[in-house]
């Protein structure tokens, strides 16, 4: 098993940009959900999936969506991405709650 | 909402001295309380977690205890070893929802041999 892995592992955007964070799981979890963490501070959570087809909003929502059209993959997308937005991505799944069992490696994203 | 607040922020113990985080949390629904490390640049790992219908758990040198009338929890690590430096967090949500997460601003634990 690979476990969760994220893609890519560093990216830098400029302001306004879009793009979509990768989560991919093969343990066949149910739940999967997406953290930012920020210097100083502890996880916190943006989006969380409990299933195919369910979403739901975190702690952080504003400026990301999420989709679940499969057990395997969420991918996060950053609509236009803004400074505010650099920060360390970690993706998260577990067979049943919570989320965050597993956790990917983690997205770097600068913002300039 | 859930506000948790951790402390301290840092901890230095001598290698094979006990450490002990607090964890306070604001919500009485809260009833699921997970313990993470994470290493220098690396992911964060649950070490241990608690729900609410036990007081204490324990996993080889870690343990956690939980207060719910004082709506406090603590980890505690013993004999610790240079490997035991890290970064801890806390957390605690309600298992019927899962949205209302919320984490400690962590603990910078630092083991001198």
């Known amino acids: 098993n690979a476990g969760v892995t994220q893609t890519p592992k560093f990216q830098v955007l400029k302001t306004g940009q879009s793009m979509t964070l990768q989560c991919a799981q093969d343990?066949?979890?149910?739940?999967m959900s997406w953290y930012r963490q920020d210097p100083g501070m502890g996880l916190r959570l943006i989006h969380y999936?409990?299933?195919?087809?369910?979403?739901d909003q975190g702690e952080v929502p504003n400026g990301y969506n999420v989709s679940r059209s499969t057990t395997e993959d969420f991918p996060l997308r950053l609509l236009s991405a803004a400074p505010s937005q650099t920060s360390v991505y970690f993706c998260?799944?577990?067979?049943?709650?919570?989320?965050?069992?597993?956790f990917g490696q983690g997205t770097r994203l600068t913002v300039v | 909402g859930e506000n948790v607040e951790q402390h301290p922020s840092t901890l230095s113990v001598q290698e094979g001295d006990s450490a002990v985080i607090k964890c306070t949390y604001s919500d009485s629904a809260s009833n699921y309380f997970p313990w993470y490390k994470q290493e220098l640049g690396k992911r964060p790992q649950l070490i241990i977690d608690?729900?609410?219908?036990?007081g204490e758990k324990k996993d080889q040198r870690i343990a956690v205890t939980l207060n719910k009338t004082a709506k406090h929890f603590s980890l505690h690590i013993t004999e610790t070893q240079p490997e035991d430096s890290a970064v801890y967090f806390c957390?605690?949500?309600?298992?019927?929802?899962?949205?209302?997460?919320?984490f400690g601003a962590g603990t910078q634990v630092v083991v001198t041999p």
């Open positions: 998260a799944s577990s067979y049943s709650g919570p989320p965050g069992a597993f």
């Open positions: 957390a605690a949500s309600n298992a019927d929802s899962w949205g209302k997460l919320q």
């Open positions: 999936s409990v299933g195919a087809g369910i979403t």
């Open positions: 608690i729900r609410s219908n036990v």
């Open positions: 343990m066949n979890h149910e739940y």
